[in-house]
Structure formats: C-alpha cells, structure tokens
C-alpha cells in the first residue's frame, strides 16, 4: 500500500512564529487531506487538497501532487494551534484515507 | 445539521467481555469508515460499509471483530472477548457518496479501556 511520510515528527514553536509541516506520499493520489487533532483527541478537518494552493486564515496548504508532496504553512502560531497535524490520502485504487504518522506540534506562550 | 455521532465517548471493559460501539453519519451520509488510532500512533484504516454493505475489511483484525452498517440505525463495531490491546481510540467518518473528494468528517471518538 502506499506510504504516507510527515516531517518534522515533532515541532516546538514559540507564540508567534511561523512554520512549515510537509507530506511525502509513494504513490499517486486520488485525494489529500489535512487534519488537526486537538488536546482533547478531537480530529478537525483542515483541508481537502489533492493539487494546488488553499488558504484558511493564518493556516494554507500547497500539494504538488506530481512531486508527490504536500506542505501545511501556519503562520502567527497561537497556543491553541498546539496537537497533532496528520495528513491523509487516498490511493488511485482505492476508496480510504491513508494517515501518516503526524507532526506533534507544541506553541508555547 | 448533526456532524458524525458517536458513543459512548468512553468505554470501560474488562478482559473477556464485549465492546460495542456506535456511529451515526451526517444526516443523508450513507457510506461510513472506521479507524482505530492506537496511542501514540496514526490512524489505521480498518473497515468501510455502506447500508447493508461491506465494501473493505482489509484493515479489520480476522477474529474477534465485526461490524455492520443496517438499513436502519446506527454503524456498529463490534469486538466480542476484548483484550488489552484492544485498547484505543475508535473514530469513524461519513461521506455521502463513494470516494473521497471532499472533505472527509470524523466524529469525537470512543476511547475503549480494557482492564
């Protein structure tokens, strides 16, 4: 199956700062989504991205899918923005999401 | 509109016994997905039904665990003689039609303790 790899694992930011989560994927894909999971386990859908730029406030996201990458941009980081950043895609051949492993994300005030 | 419902939002069990889990979709959603989120871990696909189908099992343990989506009422998980590694989070997901190309919801979880 195809395999899905996020980097940095883990990310310490201070209040304010800007930083960058990227996606790797092995294989060609249908559809890619980005999520965040709060604190309290909550998993918040950020993104539907298989190509192209999107943007949402402080946060946007980039997928260059003949590249096979995606990367997730959050700007003016807040303490709230803290959890866990997973991305997802499904397979040409198939009809389910595939997680990585995420991006721990830690903003300290 | 409801988004994806799901209880109990925890669950305690012991070893031996059984877990029963609910997901109700977003109203008109007819397909549903499971994952199990281990600590620590990702999410790992494990089944996806729509009314009376199963569509993909690849995911799903051989033994102990089902699941199934009726004509009517809410998708059930099912893991009959629970063991502590059992224990985990349980998301589902709806969509209202094959594929996946838009965004896909998750409800808040089950998180399943097995003592």
């Known amino acids: 199956g195809i395999q899905v790899e996020q980097s940095p694992p883990d990310l310490i930011l201070q209040e304010g700062a800007n930083s960058t989560l990227r996606c790797n994927f092995s294989d060609s894909v249908n559809n890619l989504q980005w999520f965040h999971q709060n604190p309290w386990g909550q998993l918040i859908n950020l993104f539907y991205i298989p190509s192209g730029t999107k943007q949402n406030g402080r946060l946007s996201a980039t997928t260059v899918a003949t590249e096979r990458y995606s990367l997730l941009y959050i700007s003016s980081s807040q303490t709230t923005d803290s959890g866990v950043y997973f991305c997802a895609v499904e397979e040409t051949s198939g009809s389910r999401l595939t997680f990585g492993e995420g991006t721990q994300l830690t903003v300290n005030p | 509109n409801a988004g994806v419902m799901q209880n109990p939002r925890h669950l305690v069990r012991r070893r031996g016994q059984e877990a029963r889990l609910r997901c109700s979709p977003m109203k008109g959603h007819s397909h549903v997905y499971w994952y199990r989120q281990l600590p620590e871990e990702g999410l790992k696909f494990m089944v996806y039904?729509?009314?009376?189908?199963?569509?993909?099992e690849s995911g799903m343990p051989k033994e102990r665990f089902s699941a199934e989506f009726p004509k009517e009422g809410p998708s059930i998980l099912r893991i009959q003689q629970v063991v502590r590694g059992d224990s985990a989070a349980y998301f589902c997901a709806s969509s209202p039609v094959v594929g996946l190309n838009e965004k896909l919801f998750f409800g808040s979880g089950t998180q399943l303790s097995v003592l």
């Open positions: 039904l729509q009314k009376e189908n199963i569509i993909d």
